[in-house]
């Protein structure tokens, strides 16, 4: 199967930032769209952003500005810089990717396991 490593959360000051890392490994024949989730306990999962296989973005209204996502191809891995972190950012954040593999060729959805991000004085 395929397995989502995510890195690079923490604590961190208002206006602050990090830099979170996802490396997809495991039976992958292409990767397409990649994104980065967030959830807030109580909240539903909301898309914060997604990148395409061609490198096309789309972003959450609340993160244009702030957040730039990128993706490495060939080491199957997708980034989200956060920049001018605000407190309303805290949230675990979750990598996604749609993954064809290569036993049915079919695209699957996976996901991290998360990683927290917390921004607090």
């Known amino acids: 199967q395929v397995q989502l490593v995510e890195s690079g959360g923490g604590l961190v000051q208002p206006g602050g930032s990090l830099r979170l890392s996802c490396v997809a490994s495991?039976?992958?024949?292409?990767?397409?769209?990649m994104g980065w989730y967030r959830q807030d306990p109580g909240k539903q999962r909301e898309l914060a952003a997604i990148?395409?296989?061609?490198?096309?973005?789309n972003y959450a209204d609340s993160v244009k500005g702030r957040f730039t996502i990128s993706r490495d191809n060939a080491k199957n891995t997708v980034y989200l810089q956060m920049n001018s972190l605000k407190p309303e950012d805290t949230a675990v954040y979750y990598c996604?990717?749609?993954?064809?593999?290569?036993?049915?060729?079919?695209?699957?959805?996976?996901w991290g396991q998360g990683t927290q991000v917390t921004v607090s004085s």
């Open positions: 990148i395409e296989k061609d490198g096309t973005t």
């Open positions: 495991g039976s992958i024949f292409s990767i397409y769209a």
């Open positions: 996604n990717a749609d993954v064809r593999t290569p036993a049915t060729m079919d695209n699957l959805d996976f």
